[in-house]
């Protein structure tokens, strides 16, 4: 749940080579960022923007006309496809109960939409709680560290969001979902020794989340989040096999572009600052030219 940095490593290459004219078309298209959210809560910590934040940053978005994607936009712009000049895609981890109570009416309030990745094993059922335009008293949306310990003691269900909620986020528009394993283990830091442990646990996570998407949601997804961005030539494997095919990242050095591997999309961890932060950070992150020496000097020479 919590993001350290990445610990990987292999890239994979574009499928194919590019032609003369995809090379001119990659040229001058700006990138798509994608940003990286956990809460929105007024509880914050480390991997937390508070209510208010969020909204100057959302207000910002659509103020200043940027599209936010939906994972089918988003491909067809890795594909090559046209998507509007000013796209940016938006995701969130995990699956808080906060999603909802904040980030859910604000970005309806703004027309903007977000990507959710879910660790499927912690929802529940139960009937949506109140959110922020319901006029309702509020459920507590606790810290990040406070969410942890509750899942820990089997109280996943007072910080995580619940199905109800999900098809309500999902038919609103604000919210689609996809996999973020079911469990959200590093199967590599208890079975590091074993790989062929380490890879069927890890195929029994994907498959147990995928199934329970299509379950609650009638479609299965090509969509995967890393747990704390790890992952390895023998996840990569398994993800594949299971048809996984967009796989996101905690790597913030690079950029999406038409041609980019999907198998390996960059992603930017959203702060808790106001619009400027926002707007800064996706001027650089838009920036052909200036993207690429900030990432220098920002991340250095590490290979991710
Ligand atoms: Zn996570």
């Not at 590091?192 to 989340?209: C, H, N, V, Y």
Request: hydrophobic share 35%; glycine share 6%.
């Amino acid at each position: 749940m919590n993001t350290p940095q990445p610990a990987m490593t292999s890239r994979i290459s574009p499928a194919e080579p590019e032609a003369g004219a995809d090379r001119a078309l990659r040229r001058d298209r700006a990138p798509v960022p994608v940003l990286m959210y956990h809460h929105v809560s007024p509880n914050n910590d480390m991997i937390t923007t508070t209510p208010e934040r969020f909204e100057t940053q959302m207000a910002w978005l659509a103020r200043a006309g940027y599209t936010t994607l939906d994972t089918e936009g988003f491909a067809r712009f890795l594909a090559g496809g046209e998507v509007p000049e000013r796209s940016v895609l938006l995701t969130f981890d995990d699956g808080y109960l906060d999603n909802w109570v904040y980030a859910h009416p604000i970005l309806r309030r703004h027309g903007l939409r977000a990507v959710l990745f879910l660790i499927t094993g912690c929802l529940h059922d139960g009937p949506p709680r109140p959110h922020a335009e319901r006029g309702a008293a509020l459920p507590d949306t606790p810290s990040h560290r406070d969410c942890e310990a509750a899942i820990d003691i089997g109280r996943a269900d007072d910080v995580m969001l619940r199905w109800s909620e999900v098809q309500a986020m999902r038919e609103a528009g604000t919210f689609e979902f996809h996999s973020h394993t079911h469990t959200h283990t590093r199967w590599d830091k208890l079975h590091g020794d074993d790989p062929a442990r380490k890879t069927a646990a890890l195929r029994e996570d994907l498959i147990a989340s995928r199934d329970t998407l299509a379950r609650e949601l009638g479609k299965a997804s090509d969509q995967l989040c890393w747990p704390q961005g790890y992952f390895d030539a023998d996840y990569l494997a398994v993800a594949g096999e299971l048809g996984f095919r967009y796989l996101y990242t905690t790597d913030p050095k690079g950029r999406n572009l038409p041609g980019s591997a999907p198998s390996h999309i960059h992603r930017i961890a959203a702060k808790d600052e106001d619009d400027r932060w926002l707007r800064r950070r996706l001027w650089l992150a838009r920036s052909r030219r200036l993207g690429p020496i900030y990432d220098y000097f920002r991340y250095g020479r590490r290979r991710r």
